[in-house]
Nanobody
Framework: QVQFVESGGGLVQPGGSLRLSCAASGFPFSAYGMSWYRQAPGKAREWVAALSSAGGTTNYLTSVKGRFTISRDNAKSTLYLQMNYLKPEDTAVYSC????????????WGRGTQVTVSS
């Protein structure tokens, strides 16, 4: 059974940092490009960042480029998102799923992890 378990969120002041983790299981993690997504209150889910299966190619939402870094550890089947210089508009529930050259698997969204940026 495919499963994504996100962690690492919390409350942080503007300008602060957080590192999110996503433990994946139930599929060959190293064979898939992966992405982080987020959903703010009252808004649709949006894609944030993507990473190729081997980790050599990244893509970012324009508004997070230069502040967020996506990475992965294929030996641990874990995806990461380092978020620096956080802004209030980054407040959302962050989730991971497959997604680089494929669409996310809609049947397997995890609970996500809440990130709140506020003073």
């Amino acid at each position: 059974q495919v499963q994504f378990v996100e962690s690492g969120g919390g409350l942080v002041q503007p300008g602060g940092s957080l590192r999110l983790s996503c433990a994946a299981s139930g599929f060959p993690f190293s064979a898939y490009g992966m992405s982080w997504y987020r959903q703010a209150p009252g808004k649709a889910r949006e894609w944030v960042a993507a990473l190729s299966s081997a980790g050599g190619t990244t893509n970012y939402l324009t508004s997070v480029k230069g502040r967020f870094t996506i990475s992965r550890d294929n030996a641990k089947s874990t995806l990461y998102l380092q978020m620096n210089y956080l802004k209030p508009e980054d407040t959302a529930v962050y989730s991971c799923n497959v997604g680089f050259t494929v669409a996310p698997w809609d049947d397997y969204w995890g609970r996500g992890t809440q990130v709140t940026v506020s003073s």
